[in-house]
């Protein structure tokens, strides 16, 4: 059977993005960087995928149909799992079936799922031999060289007898031209819509609700642009000419930004592109070098339409720059997207209606709007103030590529309120008035897709009687 040396599994959103089922497979960045790490290091890897299997959505989400993924396919002696928090207890609880019948394959887990209560995970899953917290690459590496030093490598936290041994990350990889390019040969990329690329880690920012900061620091670091020119270039050379940019604060750098499209442009690379922005960070010459340059769609995170409940997330940005931020990137690109937050504790109901008329407003102005409650995991600094009011529904209003709740199978339920503090994305935080946001919210979302008018109607109808 060990026809290589580790095997790799991405896991996914395995989400349906549409009404139509239609699942969203976004490529196994992750899992693919740290492919081409190990590789050039001298190990060969296998790289399977689980959002590439032929199960009915909800076949995807049952521990059983994982067991079975791995059974069927893992080829190496050693085992490497990938996940974010939303499909995180179907794999925890396929990798206990799949490890009664395989003993001898031990298990690593790594990911932004896993990173938020690693020690825990140890003690309620004994299928799970190490979790990786953090950056994959050093500490991955370290355990193909030596699996029984795992107590003993940063950013690993592993078992010795009835202990859990947790150490902390280590520093992250400065240099991230030693990063290797993502391991493309090593999945059949035709079965992806898109491609996408990271041209740096780490974000300067902290909002007080996001992981980012704690997972991967507040230094951005970022790969030299002849190594990123090249990345693209293989991507075209496979076929691909949608790839986007998952970077959390693309536009960090206006200089480095307008440099990287003229390259884009002097190379002819020809393709089409989105990223994250963030909106105190552009202006319009910055705008139309990146849609010269290709890129169609740009994200902002907004939020909150109330400058004091974005003061207190420590957002840094107004209503104001916000709305001329978008203003003027309708004006350029093909898509905008803008996505918010509901729910947070601390605001009220006529701060919760403040966000309600600016989501209207930007729906208004051509931004597509993205709707979300908050949820909070251990890595969030708010996380902390929050953890003792966390509730969980399965009938919550839409949120944005979630696993759909009324999808999961009941063992899997029975997982997520039995471990509160290991699957926190799906509950919610309680306060007062959330149950009147939610029913708000059900309301919104019960007008199909031409609720901003019609809110819009009805408000200019208040406002003019
Ligand atoms: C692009 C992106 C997406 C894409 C696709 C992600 C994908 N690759 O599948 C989409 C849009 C689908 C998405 C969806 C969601 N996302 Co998202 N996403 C990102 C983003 C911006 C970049 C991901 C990326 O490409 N990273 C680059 C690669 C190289 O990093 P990586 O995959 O994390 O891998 C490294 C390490 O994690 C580790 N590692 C990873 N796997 C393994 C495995 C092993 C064995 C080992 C040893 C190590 C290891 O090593 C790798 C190399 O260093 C991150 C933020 C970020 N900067 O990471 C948020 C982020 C991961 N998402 C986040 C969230 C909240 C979501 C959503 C819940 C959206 C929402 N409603 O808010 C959904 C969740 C879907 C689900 N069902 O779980 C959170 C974390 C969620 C969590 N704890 O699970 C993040 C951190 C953003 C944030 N602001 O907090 N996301
Ligand atoms: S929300 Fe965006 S800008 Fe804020 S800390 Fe997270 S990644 Fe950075």
């Known amino acids: 059977m060990a026809n290589y040396d580790l095997t790799l599994v991405n896991v996914g ?26 590789r050039d290091h001298g190990y060969s890897v296998q790289v399977l995928d689980y959002q590439l299997n032929d199960y009915a959505i909800e076949e995807q989400l049952l521990p059983s149909s994982f067991a079975r ?28 079936e799949f ?36 950056e994959g690459e050093e500490p991955l590496l370290a355990l193909m060289r030596s699996l029984d030093s795992a107590s003993s490598i940063a950013g690993v936290v592993s078992r010795s007898g009835n202990n859990i041994i947790e150490n902390p990350q280590g520093p992250r990889i400065m240099d991230a031209d030693t990063l290797s390019a993502p391991a493309w040969d090593l999945i059949d990329l035709d079965r992806y819509l898109v491609a996408c690329i990271v041209t740096a880690r780490g974000c300067p920012f902290s909002c007080e609700f996001c992981e980012v900061p704690r997972f991967w620091g507040n230094r951005v670091t970022r790969r030299s642009m002849d190594l990123i020119i090249d990345e693209i270039k293989m991507l075209r050379r496979l076929g691909k000419r949608q790839i986007n940019i998952n970077d959390d604060t693309f536009v960090y750098n206006k200089k480095w930004v307008v440099e990287f499209c003229k390259r884009l442009i002097d190379e002819k690379l020809d393709i089409s592109w989105e990223c994250f922005g963030r909106v105190e960070l552009m202006n319009e010459t910055m705008m139309t070098w ?6 169609t769609g740009i994200f902002y995170g907004i939020e909150s339409g109330n400058d004091e409940i974005l003061a207190k997330m420590v957002k840094g940005l107004t209503i104001s720059k916000a709305r001329e931020t978008v203003k003027l990137s309708v004006k350029h690109f093909k898509r905008v997207y803008t996505s918010f937050i ?3 504790p601390y605001e009220s109901m006529d701060q919760f209606f403040d966000t309600v008329m600016v989501m209207t407003e930007f729906a208004g102005m051509g931004a597509q709007v993205m709707r979300n409650y908050l949820t909070l995991r251990p890595m969030a600094p708010l996380y902390d103030d929050y953890k003792d009011q ?76």
């Open 13 to 38: 959103p395995n989400v349906p993005r549409h009404k139509d089922g239609r699942m969203l497979k976004p490529p196994p960045l992750g899992v693919l960087t740290l492919a081409g790490f190990i």
């Open 69 to 96: 993924f791995l059974g069927e396919r893992v080829k190496a002696p050693l085992l490497g799992v990938s996940t974010m928090g939303g499909m995180m207890p179907v794999v925890l609880l396929g990798l206990e």
């Open 99 to 134: 490890k009664k019948q395989h003993k001898e394959i031990p298990v690593i887990l790594g990911g932004a799922g896993p990173s938020n209560g690693p020690s825990e995970i140890l003690k309620c899953f004994p299928a799970i031999d190490v979790v990786v917290n953090g």
């Open 290 to 295: 990146m849609v010269k340059a290709g890129c």
């Open 342 to 344: 509901w729910g947070f």
């Open 390 to 465: 966390m509730l969980y529904s399965d009938d919550l209003p839409y949120q944005f590529l979630e696993v759909p709740r009324k999808l999961l199978p009941l063992e899997v339920i029975d997982a997520i309120k039995t471990y509160p503090g290991l699957f926190p994305g799906f509950y919610y935080v309680a306060s007062p008035e959330f149950e009147e946001k939610r029913r708000f919210m059900e309301w919104l979302e019960s007008l199909g897709p031409g609720r901003w008018e019609i809110l819009n109607n009805k408000v200019s109808r208040i406002i003019a009687a």
